[in-house]
């Protein structure tokens, strides 16, 4: 447990660095002019969940020319994470992930190949986690 002492006549204070979903209490002791205690008070709260993030970076790309596309990912709790690419028929094109992984930020990358390691043609493409309650679908533009 950290203590923060206040100076006389302060009226507010923010608390920085917190973790989501924990608890942290709060004491208030007001003393008099000689410093004895004439009051206290508690206050205990929780910290809301951050919400998990998916972002697709480089969603545009050109993988004849080298480039990939790079997906962000942040997940609050652990989970079994499962990242698919699908194209426009709902056809299953790759699977990128599908393994637990404990809360903490990730990135991977698709070069824009299949399953099998073909190239896959110019189009639009469906990139969609699910990990949790964290359900999300990106467009992704493959060209040539």
């Keep these: 447990m950290s203590k923060v002492l206040l100076s006389m006549n302060t009226f507010s204070y923010e608390d920085t660095n917190l973790n989501a979903n924990t608890p942290y209490?709060?004491?208030?002791?007001a003393?008099?002019?000689d410093k004895n205690i004439i009051a206290t008070s508690s206050l205990t709260v929780t910290t809301l969940s951050s919400p998990d993030v998916f972002i697709p970076y480089h969603n545009l790309f050109h993988p004849l020319k080298g480039e990939k596309v790079s997906v962000y990912y942040e997940l609050n709790q652990t989970n079994l994470v499962k990242i698919k690419l699908y194209?426009?028929?709902g056809e299953l094109v790759k699977e990128l992930v599908n393994d637990d992984k404990p809360a903490g930020k990730y990135w991977i990358e698709w070069d824009g190949k299949?399953?099998?390691?073909?190239?896959c043609p110019a189009g639009v493409y469906i990139i969609q986690i699910q990990a949790g309650d964290l359900k999300d679908a990106k467009k992704i533009i493959l060209v040539k």
């Design 114 to 119: 299949d399953d099998s390691g073909r190239q």
């Design 31 to 33: 003393r008099d002019s």
């Design 25 to 29: 209490t709060y004491y208030l002791y």
């Design 87 to 89: 194209d426009l028929l």
